[in-house]
Structure formats: C-alpha cells, structure tokens
C-alpha cells in the first residue's frame, strides 16, 4: 500500500493550498473587476447624461436670448410713434414712397443689421394706400436678413391668418405658412397705433431658422445617433427634429431628456441612445479584464513564490521519509528557527535514531541468523561439488594421469578462492564469471573439448554486485543431467533490463527435460536435480526479495535455459555503500 502511495504523482501540500488562495484571488478579482465596471459604466452615462443637460440647457438660454431679441426688435417698431404715423399716412404714391424711404424701410432695416442671425421680417400693412415691398420668395429657405411690407388683405383668406387674426391670439410664437417644410419659426403679433383709439394697423410677423434658433450643435453628436426636437409641449407636436430616432426601437433603448423654454409653449427633448452611453463600456470592460488578469497573474506569481518558499522545508522531510521508506536511516535534517518545521524535524531525526538502535538490536540479529541459514544453503552447494571434483582426480591419479591432476588442482584451487571471496556474501557479476570459467576448466580436463561454451554478458552490467554462487550450479547440473550425444553447447548471457534490473541466461542444447519433471522442478518438493535449483532460488529470495528469482524452460529433446532475475542493487549493496561513503 505504501509503494501504492509513493508511485503516485507527488504534488507537494503548499501547492495544493494555492487552489483555494487562486480560486480567492480569481473570485476578488471578478468582484472587484466587476464593480470598477459598473462604477465606471455608471460615472460615464452620469457624465454623459450631464453634459447632455448642459447642452440642452444652453440651448434653451440661447432660444430664449433669440426670443427676447426678436421679440424687443418688434416692441421697437411697436413704441415707435414715426413709424406708426407712416404706416397710417394716405397719400398719393409719391408720397406714399417717400414715407416709406424716409420713416418706414430705415426703421425695418436697422435691427435686422443689429440681430447677428439671418431673420425675414414681414409687415402686413392695413392701410390699403401703404406700398409694399417684395423680398425674397418666401417659399424658399431664409439665406439672408430681409424685410417685406405687404397688404394685410392679400393675406386675410389664408388658413394661418384667420387662425392668429382673432383679438385673443397676440404675442404668438407659431409655425405658420411654409415655416414647418422650411424648419422655420415666426413671432406674429398685432400692431397698434400709439394714440389712444388702439386702433389696428398692421402686423408683424419675425420669421427664424430653427438651427439658428437652437445655435450650435457641436455638443450634440447627432452623427452618432442622437436626435434633437422642438416639441409643442400643448399639442405634442414636434416642430424641429434633427437626427433621427429608429422607429423600431423600443423606449427602454434611448435615454429621454427634456428641457423646457421659458416664457413659451415648448420644450427641448434630446433623445440619447445607450450604445452612447456605453460607447466606451467595451473598451473599460477589456481594460479592466486586462488589469484583473495582470493582477491574478501577480498574485498567482506570488502564491507560487510563497509556496515554493515555504514548501522546501515540507519537501526535505518528504525526502526524509521516502528515505526512511527505502531503509536509510542514516540521513538526518535542521531547520534553523522555532517553528512547526524544527519540531517535526527533532521527532524525525529522534525516531531514526531509534530506528537505527532497534535495527542494531534486532533486525541485525534476525540478518545473522538469515545470513547462517543462507552460508548453509551454500555450503551445502561446495561439498557435493567437491566431492566429485576429488572423485574425478583420484581416478585420474589411478590411471596415472599426473598433468591433469595438477590442472584440475589448481582450477579448484582457483575456483574456491573465488567462491569464499574473503567471507564477502556479494561478488562482482565479472568475478561470478571468472568462478563458472574456473569450474569449466576442471570440467574440461575431465571431458576434454566434448563442450563448447559462449559467453554473451554485456559490458556495462559487469559492475553489477550480485550474491555469489547463482550461475555456477545449473551450469553443473548441464554436467549431470543434460548431456546426451557426443558433445554439448553451453550459453551464458547478460544483459540490463527496464527498471534497474538485470537478466541472467544458462542455456544448452542438451536432453531437457519432459513437462513431469520441470513440474517437479519448479515445485518445493525435494528431487533430483532440483536441489542445485531450490537452493539458489531461496538465497535470492531471502536477499533480494520474492519478486525476484528463477525462471526454467525446456522442451524434451531440444535443451533447457534458465533464466535469473535480479536487482541491479539492494538496500544491503546501498547501506555497504553509503558506510563507505562515510
């Protein structure tokens, strides 16, 4: 279950506590994002809504200025005693035109000379002797200043003049004639003479352009879809529009905006789409976005800093531990300072040692005895082949046969220097090698060159420390129960396998064996030629472990391999070594 644990992907504590810290920060960052947005969408249509206001209400004091001044520019006319006297004067046409030169057209066009906008100034003269004065056509838009004396009664049977003659309408501000197809607006009023009779003599009538009326539209951004109007706030009419509102938008799309006139029947309405208003809202919306990301990648940047900072520590005593997993306990950390860390370090550091005591005063007695039972293993191995190897020279000594008893000799002599190695359990996989070519030497003086032996053992796993004496008894065992025929072949091999293994091949090309008696070889139960087999599987097993051991093969007739399956190290080679190291 622990090997279960740690071949899982390590993923150090103080980054699993940044998930919540990062979902907190991400969360903070929507919420203020999210607010900053809305204040600022709300200041910007504030804002907008303001200047808007602004505008209109400076427009509505320079329609009331123009009012006031068209409307002084009548009382003028109106209180003016020589101008009245000629518009009631009756002569002949001479006299009537010098009246009008001299008392009439001068006191016409002196205020439209003063007023800075473009106005048609129009008299309607009751007097019938009273000459007129045609000015431009009135059917067209005003492109300048002008004046007009012109006779009431060509004008009486008209639909506007019978709607402003009565003696209830005076002082009217009205769209009349062609005013509302040429965007016009006129001041109409009745003149009387200043005797005391109050009798009519004429009326006025002061037509401007609407544009110049309202002034200066600068402020009102039509082009991006607002729309300015004039409106009658009696009928609802509208009088003067400019811009156009979409006739399929709903109410809830424009933002309304009216302004009253004073001392008049009209207002001043601005119609504001919200797409103005919030004509900057995407750009502050990518703008924060960028900000709030630019922040959570600070904060983030910070978190992993803090983290990483803070997770050196944890990340020694995970090291610790995985090494106390393994079986060293031999390593040991301090932390400087009076936290949790040198806490925990202190209780680590305490339970190694005692570890390593308890390990001294019984796990190194259970080795000692592990290690008896295993140098009997062994020495049960050395006497029987002993024994035949002294059998084999004392008929070789019988028969005279004095070289090859001084050969075999000395290749036993060889072969058990290499096989006691000094009392050492673990033997380089070379000097393993060298003891099998000794023994094959003593077998060679017995059968001559009836065998062949090939050796194909990588260079690289030459190094490799493995426990001694695993390779030479089933070589010996192709002496005694393999051969058959005149002759026989014999193949070791090595190589390294994946995950820090290496993998052992004895193959020959003898007899083999039938499927009943490799069953029986790989059972427990004690058989001939399976005592060589059982005795090297148990030494592995107690030194490396039951996943590592022997695997047979062998098919009736065609030969055997045996194959051995073992650890590039063990925590025995990594405990001699790290000694050594000290």
């Known amino acids: 279950m622990g090997e279960f644990r740690w071949g899982r992907k390590y993923i150090p504590f103080t980054y699993k506590t940044m998930l919540p810290y990062l979902a907190l920060v991400l969360l903070t960052d929507i919420l203020v994002g999210y607010i900053a947005y809305t204040m600022l969408v709300d200041s910007r249509t504030e804002m907008a809504e303001t200047n808007i206001r602004t505008a209109m209400r400076q427009t509505s004091n320079n329609i009331e200025y123009q009012m006031d001044e068209i409307t002084r520019m009548t009382n003028s006319l109106f209180l003016n005693t020589t101008f009245q006297n000629a518009l009631q004067f009756k002569g002949d046409t001479r006299e009537n035109m010098l009246k009008m030169k001299d008392d009439i057209v001068p006191y016409m066009k002196a205020p439209l000379q003063l007023y800075g906008n473009k106005l048609r100034l129009v008299l309607y003269a009751v007097n019938e002797t009273m000459l007129e004065i045609a000015g431009d056509d009135m059917s067209q838009p005003i492109g300048r200043s002008d004046y007009y004396v012109l006779s009431a009664q060509g004008v009486a049977q008209t639909d506007w003049f019978k709607s402003v003659s009565p003696p209830s309408r005076d002082k009217l501000w009205l769209q009349i004639d062609t005013d509302r197809e040429l965007g016009n607006l006129s001041y109409f009023r009745k003149l009387f003479a200043a005797n005391g009779a109050q009798s009519l003599i004429g009326y006025i009538r002061v037509t401007a352009r609407f544009d110049e009326l309202l002034g200066n539209f600068d402020t009102f951004p039509i082009e991006q879809g607002i729309a300015l109007r004039l409106k009658d706030k009696t009928t609802g009419a509208n009088l003067y529009e400019r811009g156009t509102v979409a006739s399929n938008a709903d109410a809830g799309a424009y933002l309304v905006i009216s302004e009253d006139i004073p001392d008049s029947g009209y207002a001043i309405e601005t119609w504001v789409p919200h797409r103005y208003l919030n004509k900057d809202a995407s750009k502050m919306r990518r703008v924060i976005g960028a900000v709030c990301a630019i922040s959570f990648a600070v904060m983030a940047l910070i978190g992993f800093l803090v983290a990483r900072l803070s997770g050196k520590k944890m990340k020694r005593i995970v090291t610790l531990v995985r090494s106390f997993q393994e079986g060293n306990f031999y390593k040991r950390i301090g932390f400087a300072g009076n936290d949790e860390f040198v806490y925990i370090a202190d209780a680590f550091n305490q339970m190694a040692q005692s570890i390593q005591e308890l390990i001294r005063d019984v796990y190194e007695q259970g080795m000692q005895k592990k290690q008896a039972e295993l140098d009997v293993l062994q020495a049960q191995i050395s006497p029987h082949f002993l024994y035949n190897t002294l059998s084999t020279i004392g008929s070789l000594a019988n028969m005279g046969e004095a070289d090859k008893v001084t050969k075999m000799v000395q290749e036993l002599s060889k072969f058990y220097r290499l096989t006691l190695n000094e009392g050492q359990v673990y033997i380089s996989l070379e000097a393993e090698v060298e003891q099998v070519k000794a023994y094959l030497d003593i ?97 592995i097993k107690m030194r490396y472990g039951s996943d590592f051991g022997i695997q047979i093969g062998s098919y009736y007739g065609a030969g055997t391999t045996v194959e051995l399956i073992l650890p590039m190290e063990n925590a025995e080679i990594r405990e001699d070594k790290e000694r050594g190291d000290q």
Do not use: C
């Open 443 to 539: 077998q060679r003086v017995k059968y001559a060159d009836a065998f062949q032996v090939y050796l194909d053992i990588d260079p690289d796993i030459l190094h490799v420390r493995i426990i001694k004496l695993v390779l030479q008894p089933f070589v010996e065992n192709i002496f005694k129960h393999a051969w058959f025929g005149e002759s026989i072949a014999i193949r070791i091999a090595g190589r390294r396998l994946g995950g820090e293994r290496i993998e052992l091949k004895v193959i020959d090309n003898g007899i083999g064996m039938r499927p009943d008696t490799l069953k029986r070889m790989r059972s427990s139960e004690p058989s001939a030629g399976g005592y060589g087999l059982r005795n090297v599987e148990e030494r």
